[in-house]
Nanobody, 115 residues
Framework: QVQLVESGGGLVQAGGSLRLSCAASESISGVNAMAWYRQAPGKQRELVAVISSGGSTKYADSMHGRFTISGNTAKNTVYLQVHSLKPEDTAVYYC?????????WGKGTLVTVSS
C-alpha cells in the first residue's frame, strides 16, 4: 500500500512563510493529480490546490495569491508554498494523490500560525 508522507509543518508567526512537502513511500505510476487539502479545527476538510500530471494547477477561490502548488507526478512529490500566513491558516494540511482514479491520503502535517 502506497503511503504519502507530509513534512514541513510547524509553528510560525503571522506574516511568515512555510513550504510543505509530500512524497510517496515508493515509486508509483498512474498518478493523475496531486493536491493539498486542509482541515481547520471544527471545520470540514477543504481543497487548497491541485496539480495535474500535465502540470496545470487549480486553486480554491480563497487560496489564490498566497498559496503555490508545485510538484512532479513522475517523481511522486508535491509541494505547497504558503506566504503571508494568517492565524486562520491554522490547520492540518493533507496531501492527496489520485492514482488510477483511487484516493490516497497522507496523515497530515499541522500548521499553527500565531498572531
Amino acid at each position: 500500500q502506497v503511503q504519502l508522507v507530509e513534512s514541513g509543518g510547524g509553528l510560525v508567526q503571522a506574516g511568515g512563510s512555510l513550504r510543505l512537502s509530500c512524497a510517496a513511500s515508493e515509486s508509483i505510476s498512474g498518478v493523475n493529480a496531486m493536491a493539498w487539502y486542509r482541515q481547520a479545527p471544527g471545520k470540514q476538510r477543504e481543497l487548497v490546490a491541485v496539480i495535474s500530471s500535465g502540470g496545470s494547477t487549480k486553486y480554491a477561490d480563497s487560496m489564490h495569491g498566497r498559496f503555490t502548488i508545485s510538484g512532479n507526478t513522475a517523481k511522486n512529490t508535491v509541494y505547497l508554498q504558503v506566504h503571508s500566513l494568517k492565524p486562520e491558516d491554522t490547520a492540518v494540511y493533507y496531501c492527496h494523490f489520485d492514482i488510477y482514479g483511487r484516493d490516497y491520503w497522507g496523515k497530515g502535517t499541522l500548521v499553527t500560525v500565531s498572531s
